[in-house]
């Protein structure tokens, strides 16, 4: 099992920036693909980004592409999601997961086993 504490939320104006971080406790396998997902108010949860564990390969939600980006420092068993030019339509809590899904369900809430407890962003305009 690992234990998954985000950090980073908050408020920030339309056009700001905010770096999301993720921090793991307990065995990371290599296997491992750490998402991050998000769910607006009366929206379901909607995939953000991807970082595979090993080799570092990213993938984006084409709502976000260019303006988010998605990181890993294995050193420090932490992901992070860097957001840049905000939305007010970003506003939402944002979760941090991990699993091994296979590359076709990287994008799939369903394919990850431990989730932390999320964050909550919120984009004034």
């Known amino acids: 099992q690992v234990q998954l504490i985000e950090s980073g939320g908050g408020l920030v104006q339309a056009g700001g920036s905010l770096r999301l971080s993720c921090t793991a406790s307990?065995?990371?396998?290599?296997?491992?693909?750490m998402g991050w997902f998000r769910q607006a108010p009366g929206k379901d949860r909607e995939f953000v980004g991807v970082v595979r564990w090993t080799g570092g390969s990213t993938k984006v939600a084409d709502s976000v592409k260019g303006r988010f980006t998605v990181s890993r420092d294995k050193a420090k068993k932490t992901v992070y999601l860097e957001m840049n030019s905000l939305l007010p339509e970003d506003t939402a809590v944002y979760y941090c997961?991990?699993?091994?899904?296979?590359?076709?369900?990287?994008?799939?809430?369903?394919?990850?086993?431990?989730w932390g407890q999320g964050t909550q962003v919120t984009v004034s305009s």
């Open positions: 307990g065995r990371i396998y290599s296997s491992f693909a």
């Open positions: 997961a991990a699993g091994g899904p296979a590359e076709s369900r990287l994008f799939r809430e369903d394919a990850y086993n431990n």
